[in-house]
C-alpha cells in the first residue's frame, strides 16, 4: 500500500495554477493534464506499445541525468520502482531497452519533450519499412527483399515495434515538467552519496490497455461477448481514403469501364510516431499530399477546359504511413478494384504516379523510382518517361534500386503497371525523423517573420513551400499560387481564417495544436481526412447556385436526379462580410469522394492474415498522470496497523454497547394511565 502524505507545505510551492482548491485530494495530487502515452497495437502475430498495470503505476521520482546513472535505477537505488523521467537525447534504443530488461525495478518512464530538434536524427521505426507487406517477395524479386540492397531507413531503431510492460508518457508541458524537476530536486536527489529521506516525490501513471496477445485474440474476445453493453476490447486500424477524378464518375457503377482510362496520382495521409497522439509527418507525409492537393488546384481550369484523354485520380491513402501499418489504405482500394466494390476497376489504371517524401531535396534535386522488374515488360517499359519538372533537377534511379516503401508497391502485387515515385532521396531517407514527433515544421524550416500576421503567414511562401509551388507548375498553362501554401495550414499550431471559411463543425478542433497524424481506429473519418476531403472539394470543385437544402440533400434541382451520383456537393459556410456577424455560405460541387481504408482481412475475417494488414488498437480508460509524496514503507505499515487497531476497537466498542443496550439506554417507564 502507498500513503500518499499530505505535505502541502513542501509541494504546493510548485503546484500548477488551479491546483489550490479546498478539495483535500487536490491538496495531495498535482495532476499532469499535458501528457500523451505510448500505446498497445496488435498484429497477426504479436503485441507492440506500452501500458500500466490495471490501478495504475506508481513509482518515486528519478530523473535520469546520463546513462551511467541508470545504475541507480536499475541496482542501486534504495527506494524501487522508479518512475524515470528522461531528457530527450536520453530517449534512445540503448537506454530504453536497459530500462525494459529492468523492469521489475521500473514502474514508468516519462520523456520530456524537447523545444528544439536533436541534430543527430532519431526515428523509432524500423530500418526497412514494411518489409514484408510490399511486391518484394521471395517469389517476385528476392533480390530486393528484406532491404538487401537498400536500407531504406538506416536510423530506425525499431522502439516503436517493442512491447514494454510498464507505461511510457511524453510529457509536453514546460511548467509540468518544472514541477516534476523540482519535486525531485526537493526530495529525491541523493546528496554526497547518501539516500534520500522520506517523504519522497513519486508519480502514478495510468494507461491500462484491454486488449493482449495479438489481433486474433482481441477480435475473438470482442465476439464472444454477450451482455447488453458488450466490451470491446480493440478496433481495427483504418479510416477513409480521400479521391477524386478530373472527369466525374458515377460512384454507384462499380467496376470496369471499358471507355475509362486512369492515371492515379497518389500521395499518403497518414504518419506515426512512437507516442500516438504526436505524429506530425511533417516531411514524411505532409509534404507529398501538399504538392498533390497544389497540383490538382492547378491542373483544375486546364482538365475543365480541355478534359485529357485520360482520367486523372487524385488519391490520398490513409493508413500508409509509407503505409506504416502494413499498407492499409492501399491494399484496401486494391482489394476494391479487384472485387467491383469501387468506381474503375484495375483495368482502367493506365499509369500510377506517386508523390512520397519531397520536402528536403539533397543538391535541389528529385529523383524519379519505378521498378525495374516490371520494366522488363516492353509495353510498361514504353509508359514509363523521365523528365526535369521545370527549374528541378531530376535524376532516374538505376536498375540496381528497387522501388522505396510506397503505395504503388501494392498495386504492382496485383498487375504489372507502368509507374514512377517522386521522392527526394535516391537510397535511403533523406529524413532523418521518420515516422517520429520530430518530424515537424521545425525540421522542415515552415517558420516566418516575428512581425506577420496569421494571414500575411498564410500568403508567406517559405524556401520549402516555393520549391513545392515548383513542383506542381507541371503544364506550361498551370501555375499553383502562392495561397496553396499548406504546409502553414497543416503544421502551424494555429489555423487561418481560410480554413475556418470552409469548414462548417470542426474547425475548432485544432486549436493550439498542430494537426495529428496517426491513422486511428475505423470509427469515424479522422481530422485530417475531413480536412483534405474540404480542402479538396475547394481547391477543384466549382461553386454552384443552389440553396443549403439542395446541396445538403445532394442534387442541383429536381429534375437532376443522376447528379448525386456524379459529384458531392458539400455546403461551406464562408467568410463573415465587413461589419457583419452573418457568414454568407455557398455550395460545392466535386468529385471528391471517401473510400474505406479498412484492411480487407477484416472484411475477411482473416486476422491472422500474411496478405493483408491485421493491425489493431487496444481500447482504453482515460489515461492519468499525477504526482505527490509518498510516505516510508515503515510509515505505510505502522499507519495501516493504526487503521486496523481502530476498526477492531471500533467493532468491539460497538458489540459492547450493542449487546448492553437495554441496560445502558434503558429508562424508568411511565405508568400506563400517565396523562399529559
Known amino acids: 500500500m502507498k500513503l500518499h502524505v499530505l505535505c502541502w507545505g513542501k509541494l504546493g510551492a510548485f503546484s500548477l495554477a488551479g491546483v489550490i482548491c479546498n478539495s483535500v485530494e487536490k491538496k495531495i495530487y498535482v495532476n499532469l493534464n499535458n501528457t500523451v502515452p505510448c500505446v498497445r497495437l496488435l498484429n497477426a502475430t504479436h503485441q507492440i506499445g ?6 495504475g503505476n506508481v513509482g518515486v521520482v528519478h530523473v535520469l541525468e546520463s546513462e551511467e546513472n541508470l545504475e541507480w535505477v536499475l541496482s542501486s537505488g534504495p527506494h524501487p520502482p ?11 534504443r540503448s537506454v530504453m531497452m536497459k530500462l525494459k530488461n529492468g523492469s521489475r525495478r521500473v514502474a514508468g518512464i516519462a520523456v520530456v519533450a524537447p523545444n528544439a530538434n536533436p541534430p543527430e536524427g532519431f526515428s523509432p521505426h524500423t530500418t526497412c519499412p514494411n518489409e514484408n507487406t510490399g511486391v518484394y517477395s521471395e517469389d517476385y524479386d528476392p533480390i530486393f527483399a528484406h532491404c538487401n540492397i537498400t536500407v531504406w531507413n538506416p536510423l530506425g531503431n525499431g522502439l516503436s515495434y517493442e512491447e514494454f510492460d510498464f507505461p511510457i508518457f511524453s510529457l509536453k508541458d514546460d511548467n509540468e515538467t518544472q514541477v516534476i524537476r523540482q519535486c525531485y530536486l526537493d526530495h529525491n536527489r541523493a546528496a554526497n552519496g547518501t539516500a534520500p529521506q522520506y517523504p519522497l516525490c513519486a508519480i502514478e501513471l495510468f494507461s491500462h490497455m484491454s486488449a493482449v496477445t495479438d489481433t486474433a485474440t482481441c477480435m475473438r474476445r470482442n465476439d464472444i461477448n454477450f451482455s447488453i453493453s458488450p466490451e470491446i476490447v480493440c478496433d481495427p486500424l483504418g479510416d477513409y481514403n480521400v479521391w477524386a477524378s478530373t472527369r466525374p464518375l458515377n460512384n454507384t457503377a462499380k467496376g470496369h469501364k471499358m471507355w475509362e482510362s486512369v492515371v492515379i496520382a497518389a500521395a499518403r495521409l497518414d504518419s506515426r510516431s512512437f507516442f500516438f497522439d504526436i505524429a506530425p509527418g511533417a516531411e514524411s507525409g505532409v509534404s507529398g499530399f501538399i504538392t498533390l492537393l497544389a497540383a490538382a488546384h492547378a491542373l483544375r481550369n486546364a482538365t475543365q477546359q480541355a478534359p485529357p484523354n485520360r482520367t486523372i485520380l487524385y488519391t490520398l491513402f490513409q493508413g500508409v504511413g509509407y503505409e506504416t501499418f502494413d499498407y492499409i489504405g492501399s491494399s484496401r482500394m486494391v482489394y476494391d478494384m479487384q472485387n467491383n466494390q469501387f468506381a474503375v476497376d484495375l483495368n482502367n489504371v493506365h499509369s500510377f504516379l506517386e508523390i512520397g517524401q519531397v520536402g528536403l531535396r539533397s543538391d535541389s534535386k528529385l529523383w524519379l523510382h519505378s521498378d525495374q522488374l516490371s520494366r522488363k515488360n516492353t509495353s510498361v517499359n514504353d509508359e514509363v518517361c523521365f523528365s526535369a519538372l521545370n527549374s528541378i533537377s531530376v535524376g532516374e534511379v538505376g536498375f540496381s534500386q528497387p522501388l522505396p516503401p510506397s503505395s504503388f508497391q501494392r498495386f504492382l502485387r496485383a498487375k504489372p503497371i507502368p509507374g514512377v515515385v517522386i521522392e527526394d532521396h535516391q537510397s535511403a531517407f533523406t529524413n532523418r525523423f521518420y515516422a517520429s514527433m520530430y518530424d515537424n515544421a521545425e525540421y522542415l524550416n515552415v517558420s516566418y517573420p516575428s512581425n506577420l500576421t496569421l494571414e500575411e503567414q498564410l500568403e508567406w511562401v517559405t524556401d520549402t513551400a516555393q520549391v513545392l509551388l515548383l513542383l506542381t507548375n507541371i503544364h506550361k498553362s498551370t501555375t ?14 494555429q489555423r487561418p481564417v481560410f480554413l475556418h471559411t470552409i469548414m462548417n463543425f470542426f474547425c475548432n478542433l485544432s486549436a493550439n495544436r498542430s494537426t495529428n497524424f496517426y491513422v486511428g481506429v475505423n470509427q469515424h473519418s479522422s481530422e485530417p481526412t475531413l480536412l483534405v476531403q474540404y480542402l479538396l472539394a475547394n481547391l477543384t470543385g466549382s461553386t454552384v447556385n443552389v440553396t443549403q437544402d439542395n446541396c445538403q440533400n445532394q442534387r442541383e434541382d429536381e429534375d437532376d436526379k443522376e447528379s448525386k451520383h456524379m459529384y458531392y456537393y458539400m455546403w461551406v459556410q464562408g467568410a463573415a462580410p465587413p461589419n457583419s456577424t452573418e457568414r454568407e455560405g455557398f455550395c460545392t460541387r466535386s468529385t471528391v469522394r471517401l473510400s474505406k481504408a479498412l484492411s480487407p482481412a477484416f472484411e475477411l475475417r482473416d486476422y491472422t492474415s500474411k496478405e493483408y494488414s491485421t493491425w489493431t488498437e487496444s481500447r482504453w480508460k482515460p489515461f492519468k498522470g499525477r504526482i505527490f509524496l509518498v510516505a516510508s514503507h515503515d510509515l505505510e505499515m505502522l ?3 493504526i ?6 476497537t471500533s467493532l468491539l466498542l460497538t458489540y459492547i454497547i450493542s449487546s448492553k443496550a437495554d441496560m445502558l439506554f434503558s429508562s424508568g417507564r411511565e405508568p400506563t394511565n400517565a396523562t399529559y
Request: glycine letters at 8%.
Open 50 to 55: 506500452c501500458q500500466s498495470s490495471l490501478s
Open 480 to 493: 499553383a499560387d502562392a495561397k496553396v501554401n499548406m504546409l502553414w495550414w497543416f503544421l502551424n499550431q
Open 643 to 648: 487503521g486496523i487497531g481502530v476498526l477492531l
Open 82 to 92: 522508479y518512475v524515470v523521467i528522461l531528457d530527450s537525447p536520453l530517449f534512445t
Open 639 to 641: 499507519t495501516l496497523g
